[in-house]
């Protein structure tokens, strides 16, 4: 999968000294523009910290990508969706969690019927909600508007907004 972006802690906190990551913990996940029947777009929202992003969550020890991607869809937006193609992955180097992410992202297709989202009890005390965007530029132009407040927010929002740009360049 090719590597869209890599980000660093100077990208998030520009006066941040340059450290070496060579021992970060090391996490994959799996995530998904989603669309539906009509074009929306699935976003999360995260309440108690200002901003939205993609569905899709960590990878499981034993678990390919798609199976995670799966399972993640079906707890966060509450339904099934068809892969339909890959947009790359991203690189996130948290100096302050001492974390190197690896996500992985494609698009998707929702199947069957939209349910109800299974968080987790971290998910619900930072106030997850789903909120189906019109398309996927209106999903870009709510990512650009997000102020996140918390240091994970401002990761997962250059992340996904590049992600979302990618799979727009993909369709167009």
């Not at 992410?101 to 998707?108: D, E, I, K, L, P």
């Not at 930072?126 to 407040?149: C, G, K, M, R, Y």
């Amino acid at each position: 999968m090719k590597n869209i972006l890599t980000i660093h802690e100077q990208d998030i906190v520009p006066e941040a000294p340059i450290i070496d990551t060579g021992n970060f913990r090391k996490r994959e996940a799996a995530r998904a523009v989603v669309s539906d029947n009509a074009g929306k777009i699935a976003l999360l929202r995260v309440g108690l910290y200002d901003y939205h992003k993609l569905p899709g969550g960590g990878i499981d020890e034993g678990e390919d990508v798609p199976t995670a991607l799966e399972r993640e869809l079906l707890e966060e937006i509450g339904c099934q969706a068809k892969l339909t193609g890959e947009v790359g992955e991203i690189i996130e180097c948290r100096d302050q969690s001492e974390l190197e992410q690896t996500s992985y992202c494609f698009t998707a297709t929702q199947i069957g019927e939209k349910g109800e989202p299974d968080f987790t009890e971290k998910e619900l005390r930072e106030q997850f909600s789903i909120v189906w965007t019109d398309n996927i530029d209106s999903a870009i132009a709510l990512l650009e508007q997000d102020e996140p407040t918390n240091y994970e927010g401002k990761f997962i929002q250059k992340r996904d907004l590049a992600l979302l740009k990618a799979a727009k360049e993909q369709t167009a």
